[in-house]
């Protein structure tokens, strides 16, 4: 099985900083090649990239966020950290955690976390 778990969030105001986290494990796993963070703002829309990262450090991040919030990652812990500072309200969401990557049968996976609650109040 294969398991996500996240860490951080919660609520802050205006111009202050949070930190996430989100660690993969599990037998099946073989290798991970990417891991990061997409938000949903509002119940029923779809989640939106913030920012992923690769094994090889390659970086993918929406431009509103460029910045402000900076992505990093442990491969030898299968762990991806989002440092967020001069949080908008505008970042308020529920924050996913996303991983990539091909289990011990060769075959893809894509999986998310349960999701972890930020909010930026005004």
């Known amino acids: 099985q294969l398991q996500i778990v996240e860490s951080g969030g919660g609520l802050v105001q205006s111009g202050g900083s949070l930190s996430l986290s989100c660690t993969a494990s599990?037998?099946?796993?073989?290798?991970?090649?990417?891991m990061g963070w997409y938000r949903r703002q509002a119940p029923g829309k779809e989640r939106d990239l913030v920012a992923?990262?690769?094994?090889?450090?390659?970086?993918t991040s929406e431009d509103s966020v460029k910045g402000r919030f900076t992505i990093s990652r442990d491969n030898d812990k299968d762990t991806v950290t989002l440092q967020m500072t001069d949080l908008k309200p505008e970042d308020t969401a529920v924050y996913y955690c996303?991983?990539?990557?091909?289990?011990?049968?060769?075959?893809?996976?894509?999986?998310w976390g349960q999701g972890t609650q930020v909010t930026v109040s005004s």
């Open positions: 599990g037998s099946i796993i073989f290798s991970i090649y990417l």
């Open positions: 996303r991983v990539e990557g091909t289990d011990k049968d060769m075959r893809d996976f894509r999986s």
């Open positions: 992923t990262i690769t094994t090889s450090g390659l970086i």
